[in-house]
């Protein structure tokens, strides 16, 4: 058995992958399983691409040591690379600490976008288009489903009941997701209809939470007042 670790090169835009492989062919066929080395020889087809052995090791240890050694913090961090995760063996999230479960989830933010921006990534429905049967038909079944004790937020929290650093923890969520969307006056239109129809409710517990269906049983219920805080009659 051979321990090898190897380089993929794309020879249309130069951007390489490093990977740890076994084996007992040397000559095999094997160009690495990695998400975006796959969909990188998907894109520009296998023809396209070269292979490399690097080094032959004598145990998985060594070689895994190796590819741990190559494939860094710093290496996953260049945009001239197809790797999103530091190598060796055990190189999931699971053996990281909040750091670096931070910092990977940021490297696979930027090589997705990467790949979207580059059209090596399409979304699965890009350009299609639903047929209004189709949308009423989705509408139609999606009634009732959500609504009071079936909503998966039902009695939870909402940004009017948490502490100051659930508040805090929250927007700080919110402000990154959104960072760097580009929304058009069509979307902003459509936000602030939908914005417009909901209806805030106040549990006599002091639960906060709120409804855009109008036939919401919650409306009507003596345990339930509109607005945000409770009011004793």
Known sequence: MHYLIYKVTNLINNK?????????NLNDSYMG???????????????NFKKEILFILDTPADMYDKEKEIVNEEFIKRTDTYN??????????????NEEKE????????????????????????????SDEFCSKISERMIGKFVGENNP????????????SEKQKWSDGIRK?????????????NYSSAASKRK????????????????DYRLNHPDWQNGKKWKDK
Not at 177 to 189: A, L, P, V, Y
Not at 200 to 215: A, P, Q, R, S, Y
Request: proline share 1%; net charge positive; charged share 25%.
């Open 16 to 24: 390489i992958y490093i990977g740890a492989h076994k084996t007992e």
């Open 33 to 47: 399983s990695g998400k975006y080395i796959k969909l990188a020889i998907k894109k520009y087809g296998i023809e």
């Open 84 to 97: 999103c995760k530091v190598g060796g063996r055990g190189g999931m999230t699971a053996f990281m600490s």
């Open 103 to 130: 910092q990977f989830i940021q490297n696979m933010s930027r090589i997705r976008k990467a790949q979207y921006d580059n059209g090596e990534v399409v979304s699965w429905n890009k350009g299609m288009k639903m």
């Open 153 to 164: 937020m039902y009695g939870k929290p909402c940004f009017y009941n948490m502490s100051d």
């Open 177 to 189: 997701s959104n960072t760097g969307k580009i929304r058009t006056e069509e979307h902003k239109k």
């Open 200 to 215: 805030w409710l106040v549990h006599k517990d002091g639960t906060v939470t709120h409804t855009m269906d109008e036939n």
